[in-house]
């Protein structure tokens, strides 16, 4: 039930708390099927840009170098970047649902078009506005995510949609083992399709999207009560058909006072000086992970083929194990983020592949590993790796008011990427070519060194988010009274 002063426009409301109180039903899995393809998606990207790097090196007409590769690789961060900042404004604006439409539409054109490269200044092109449609995607699936998913399956959910980016790495491992056949495809044949297995992929979830509601919680803010009655009365419906009678919603009620927008001086305002630890916190986890993904995904198929004389085609065969390993650690680990708690596991985790990063450095150096003992302790790694870079995405999308959300999002986005992954791809590419172990072996120790730094941050300043609605770990802009 809603109450509405018209005099002062202030709205008692239930809607956090009903959305909270629902079992898992078939609506959380479209949500899940329908938005969580972002990952996927990213997945597919960055894992092609590895494993097609020996083919684009080959190419009768691109012929990159490794720097050039490197250089193609910052351009789709960079953005990402510009996409995350620009969508991000726009969703805590326009709303979530209309940019699933717009940013996913981007990324699909951008992607198909990236196989139609004639030069490094038109590959990079594409690239960047790939990229720039990821980004936006984002931030608004990842805010809306976090507003239509209850909060005691909140960290488990968000951990294994973000995890689905390695489904994403496998998809692109496979096409490219295919693709990359010279016995079904010619040198410059091969490449160019690989980059239109992202765009068919997205064309079937842009029309699976239409099913997904604007999220009630951003309605709500914006002074729509009656069109967020109708969307949380219908999920409701469908929820109590599948299970029967729904459990009483708790007795928390939101009292807020609905505005148009946020100023983004308010909003800068908002995050960076009312909760500036929470910042600190957010830059510290995005940073580190961003810098160790980037700098070892862009340049994982450039170290199999120079170090240890893979076949170009066999590069995707050797991804395979390792993304199924990075999505394993979300999926097992998942579920203790709500129950042990953020903060323990969340250190642990940045903390686990920071160290396992620094061994793994070594045996390289010391030339221990062949290309299959270099993709088991990649393996290793990043199994608690990718638990730790989806964790930062949760941290952030749920630390900060609904009203700023999404812009909060892509602005750790943007400075974590900017900071942290801009520089890698370029920076691993250019330490690759001159061909030294020291200098990539110091390349990965830098990297350990920033994420046992974000491990220690977090348990200093960790926001302990599990199990609590999102309007009591960061409470609305428009609240009142």
Known sequence: MENVSAANQVISTDIPARLDRLPWSRFHVLVVAALGITWILDGLEVTLAGALTGAL??????????????FAGSAYLAGAVLGAAFFGWLTDRLGRKRLFSITLGLYLLATAAT?????????????????????????????????LIPARLRGRTDLIINGSFWVGAALGSLGSIVLLDPRLFGADVGWRLAFGIGAALGLVILLLRHWVPESPRWLMTHGRVGEAQRIVRDIEVRVRHAHGRLALPGPERSIIRPRTGTPIRDAFATILVRYRRRALLGFALMVSQAFLYNAVFFSYGLVLIRYYDLPTQSVGLYLLPFAIGNFLGPLCLGRLFDTIGRKPMIAFT??????????????????LLNATTQTIAWMVVFFFASAAASSAYLTV???????VRAFAIALFYVLGTAVGGIAGP?????LIESGSRDNIVTGYLFAAAMMVAAAIVELLIGVRAERRSLESVAAPLSSHG
């Open 350 to 367: 940045y903390a686990a592949s920071g160290i396992l990063l620094a061994v793994t450095a070594i045996l390289f150096h010391q030339e």
């Open 397 to 403: 999308s749920e630390s900060f008011p609904l009203e």
């Open 426 to 430: 370029w920076l691993f590419g250019w």
């Open 115 to 147: 196989g139609l490269s004639w030069d490094i200044w038109s590959f990079a092109a594409f690239r960047f506005l790939t990229g720039a449609g990821i980004g936006g995607e984002y931030t608004a699936i990842n805010s809306a995510i976090q507003e």
């Open 57 to 70: 090196q080959d190419s009768p007409m691109l012929r990159l170098s490794a720097a050039e590769i490197g």
